[in-house]
Nanobody
Framework: QVRLVESGGGLVQAGGSLRLVCAPS????????MRWHRQAPGKQREWVAD???????NYADSVKGRFTISRDNAKNTLYLQMNSLNVEDTAVYYC???????????????WGQGTQVTVSS
């Protein structure tokens, strides 16, 4: 079994910053692309950013220039530094990872349970 646990969410004022962390654990041989997504109240889940195992990154236009995705391959840990937050960034943030399992070499995407980010005006 593979688990992803997000942390770092919370309440912040507009213009502030937060750093999210996603920590995988369990039956992991390797992790390829890791992603952040978010779901605002009443809206569909949307992709925010991703990073490959060699460090290539992509961002949604809505966060480009404000958010930075990074990872520590030694720890299999994913980060999202969020700066200049605004009210529209309020959402539950989820991480996902393209995981190869150690015991079976099966490959599939695993999701975390999410962490709430609330930005007040």
């Amino acid at each position: 079994q593979v688990r992803l646990v997000e942390s770092g969410g919370g309440l912040v004022q507009a213009g502030g910053s937060l750093r999210l962390v996603c920590a995988p654990s369990g039956d992991i041989f390797s992790i390829y692309t890791m992603r952040w997504h978010r779901q605002a109240p009443g809206k569909q889940r949307e992709w925010v950013a991703d990073i490959t195992n060699v460090g290539s990154t992509n961002y949604a236009d809505s966060v480009k220039g404000r958010f930075t995705i990074s990872r520590d391959n030694a720890k299999n840990t994913l980060y999202l530094q969020m700066n200049s937050l605004n009210v529209e960034d309020t959402a539950v943030y989820y991480c996902s990872a393209d995981v190869i399992r150690r015991t079976s070499y099966a490959r599939g995407e695993v999701w975390g349970q999410g962490t709430q980010v609330t930005v007040s005006s």
